[in-house]
Structure formats: C-alpha cells, structure tokens
T-cell receptor, first 110, second 114 residues
Framework: GDSVTQMEGPVTLSEEAFLTINCTYTATGYPSLFWYVQYPGEGLQLLLKATKADDKGSNKGFEATYRKETTSFHLEKGSVQVSDSAVYFCALNSNYQLIWGAGTKLIIKP | KAGVTQTPRYLIKTRGQQVTLSCSPISGHRSVSWYQQTPGQGLQFLFEYFSETQRNKGNFPGRFSGRQFSNSRSEMNVSTLELGDSALYLC?????????????FGPGTRLLVL
C-alpha cells in the first residue's frame, strides 16, 4: 500500500541555520503531497502542498518540490527561527485519506 | 469563515465505557475525516464521510464507528473503551476530499481512558 517515510527526529538547529527534513513516499497513481505542522497543544496546520510532479509548494519561507523520479518531497528553509520549533508531518492523499509520515520534531535554539 | 470545531476538547473515561466525539466542518465542506494520533502509532486514518456516506475506513476494530448528518456535522463513537484508545482524535474537513484538496483540521479531542 501507499506509505510515507520521514527522517527521524528530533532535529536540533541553531537560529538562522538551514533546514532540510527528508520525506520519501511510495504510491500508486499520482498523489498530492503535503507538509503539515503541529505546534505544542494544537491541531495540524497545512504548511504547503504540491499536487503534481515538479510542483514547488512554498509558505512562510518553507519550500518543497514534488520529485517523481526520486519519489521525494523534502522540506527546506533557508534560515530557521525559534518560532519554527514544532513537529512537521509529511503526508500524501490517497483514496480519500491522508497517509502520514511519523513526524519530525524540530527544535530551534536561540 | 469559522474553522473546524471539535467538542469536547478533553475527556476522561474509564475502561468499558463508550464515548461520542463531535466535529463541525468548515461551512460548505461536505467531507469529514477522522484521525487518531498517539505517540506510539502516530497519525492513523479512521474513516471519511461525504454526504452522509462512509467512503473509506481505516484499519480499526468495529468498536470505532462514525456518522455524518445532513448538515455535514460528524460524530465518532468508540464503544467498550480500552486503555489503548487514549489518544488525540482529530477531525478534518474539505470540500470533497479530492486528491489535490487541502484537509483543514480542528484542534482535536484529547481522550484519556483510565
């Protein structure tokens, strides 16, 4: 079945560092890909999405490109802030459901 | 537009009891999905409803059930609660849950089973 694999956390970075969180997927067909973020004690918020190959999603300085050839959707940000500390989830949409990666906890130190 | 709302936000139950959770989607959204989030299993899909019909169901026992009303509001029910049902239950809504659509999440209901 369809699946999403995400790099294990936690990832600890200093403020203004470059961020990459790896995400790869296995899917039949042509899923849409998403990154969601969860702040402590809150629900999930959409960060960005891409609906077809080579699409780039971007929001709040975060970017991810839908790479069909490598089945990847890695999340990047050029300069992280303390406020980016959260758990990040990669997901794909398949058959009316979201299939999730395990989540990556990001800790940004001032 | 108001977001997805879930009630109650917190619940404490004992083993063997049953519980009903409620979700009101964003106005105009006809699809409602439910997910369970636990530290051990992560986020897992429970079921999805569209126009009062269940279109997909995850791999959960029959103790987990749901329904959707004509106004798109949805409820999920868990009968004969077990300790392992302690989790954050998240509801999400979208227009039709097509592949490219965004699902918008509520704040969740945190259930603790003692």
């Amino acid at each position: 079945g369809d699946s999403v694999t995400q790099m294990e956390g936690p990832v600890t970075l200093s403020e203004e560092a470059f961020l990459t969180i790896n995400c790869t997927y296995t899917a039949t067909g042509y899923p849409s890909l998403f990154w969601y973020v969860q702040y402590p004690g809150e629900g999930l918020q959409l960060l960005l999405k891409a609906t077809k190959a080579d699409d780039k999603g971007s929001n709040k300085g975060f970017e991810a490109t839908y790479r069909k050839e490598t089945t990847s959707f890695h999340l990047e940000k050029g300069s992280v802030q303390v406020s980016d500390s959260a758990v990040y989830f990669c997901a794909l949409n398949s058959n009316y459901q979201l299939i999730w990666g395990a989540g990556t906890k990001l800790i940004i130190k001032p | 537009k108001a977001g997805v709302t879930q009630t109650p936000r917190y619940l404490i139950k004992t083993r063997g009891q049953q519980v009903t959770l409620s979700c009101s989607p964003i106005s105009g959204h006809r699809s409602v999905s439910w997910y369970q989030q636990t530290p051990g299993q992560g986020l897992q899909f429970l079921f999805e409803y569209f126009s009062e019909t269940q279109r997909n169901k995850g791999n959960f026992p029959g103790r987990f059930s749901g329904r959707q009303f004509s106004n798109s509001r949805s409820e999920m029910n868990v009968s004969t609660l077990e300790l392992g049902d302690s989790a954050l239950y998240l509801c999400a809504s979208s227009l039709e849950s097509r592949t490219q659509e965004t699902q918008y999440f509520g704040p969740g209901t945190r259930l603790l089973v003692l």
